[in-house]
């Protein structure tokens, strides 16, 4: 096993002081050679009957078998999409399409990328309030669930804190209620187990080293869910992605057997930050639950200064971090998520360790941070 400052060989090395995951991070090596080979062999339509066509359906067959395989479902419950958003707009239009219910009942603290849709296609949305460390209230869904809905749609971990949702019992009282569940897995695929108490899971191959264009749409083949056009062999939205596909397929197939040990590593890291960072300076405070996170993500707040200005003064020191909320990153909007939870701050900064950040990377942060702060602090006073 790897220690803390021994990234696995396999992932592409991010930027020393590189800490926005959530941002984006390196395309696997793996995954890039997946790419260009199936953009050599696999560029013609897969619907067509000829040569160039069946051979470049297979990959996509291929591509959607491994996914497949690596979530532990079927092939034909696997869609593909050009983003884990789109993903999410899909998944809930083909739910809403079947269910003479046009609510939705969401938690407080689900992303843009599902609320922004929902609004679009629901009649009402209905948000579930949650507890201080952004967990969704148990209670208060149940009482949301009495009345009749179309979709219940719960988060797997809030990619802004860190947290993760109790999925298992929320599963449980939306079968109860007869409303599936429509899970988005941001940043949850390859940070440790996969989810597996779902009737819909939406994912972006980005999050686990894959390109940025490809999205995944799981839906239980029990489920009544109709999308809005009809899959191109299993692509949803717009021409197939072939290339993107077998790239998304391949990365998943390296990240997952690493996953557990990767999280270890990363939750090494991030506990050291959020156990170091409150002691570096006045007016810090880390949020999201301590210990059932997600293990690469850490979020805390500063008193007396913007989020931008400490962005922009660490990315003069070479380090790279977000502020605000997961959708919403480096612009003046206050974090719906914060909110939520309770939570009232100045600015809000998020460090998000890609895969094979180092803990030399992690110093460089911890060392620049008070500095860093202070003339933040100071440009404002």
Do not use: K
């Amino acid at each position: 096993m790897t220690s803390a400052d021994e990234p696995d060989q396999a992932w592409a090395r991010p930027p020393a002081g590189y800490l926005d995951a959530v941002g984006g991070q390196p395309l696997i090596p793996a995954a890039r050679r997946a790419w260009l080979a199936a953009s050599e062999q696999a560029w013609s339509d897969p619907a067509r009957l000829h040569h160039p066509g069946r051979r470049t359906g297979m990959v996509l067959d291929a591509a959607r078998s491994s996914i497949a395989a690596a979530l532990g479902i079927t092939p034909d419950e696997v869609f593909l999409t050009t983003s884990g958003p789109t993903a999410v707009g899909v998944g809930l239009s083909g739910l809403l399409s079947r269910s003479p219910h046009r609510r939705v009942v969401a938690s407080s603290v689900e992303s843009l990328a599902v609320l922004s849709p929902a609004r679009g296609v629901a009649d009402e949305v209905d948000l579930v309030a949650v507890d201080d460390v952004g967990r969704v209230r148990l209670a208060d869904l149940q009482n949301a669930l009495a009345d009749p809905a179309g979709v219940v749609a719960v988060q797997a971990a809030n990619a802004e804190v860190g947290t993760r949702q109790p999925l298992a019992e929320v599963h449980a009282l939306a079968q109860n209620a007869g409303v599936p569940l429509l899970v988005h897995a941001v940043q949850v695929i390859g940070r440790g187990s996969t989810p597996q108490d779902w009737d819909v899971l939406a994912a972006s191959a980005r999050d686990w080293g894959g390109p940025a264009g490809v999205g995944v749409l799981a839906v239980r083949s029990a489920l009544r869910w109709t999308p809005e056009e009809n899959p191109d062999r299993g692509w949803v939205s717009g021409f197939p992605d072939i290339a993107g596909a077998a790239s998304a397929a391949t990365a998943l197939e390296l990240v997952l057997p690493r996953s557990e040990q990767e999280a270890e590593r990363a939750f090494a890291l991030t506990s050291r930050i959020r156990s170091e960072l409150p002691a570096l300076a006045e007016g810090i405070m880390v949020v999201g639950d301590p210990v059932d996170r997600l293990p690469h993500i850490v979020t805390f707040t500063c008193a007396g200064v913007t989020g931008e200005v400490v962005v922009d003064e660490l990315s003069r020191r070479g380090i790279s971090v977000a502020s605000g909320s997961a959708c919403t990153s480096d612009v003046r909007m206050p974090s719906q998520v914060l909110a939520a939870m309770g939570v009232r701050s100045d600015a809000s900064i998020r460090v998000s360790l890609p895969f094979a950040c180092t803990e030399a990377t992690v110093d460089q942060f911890l060392t620049a941070f008070p500095d860093a702060l202070a003339s933040a602090r100071s440009g404002l006073a």
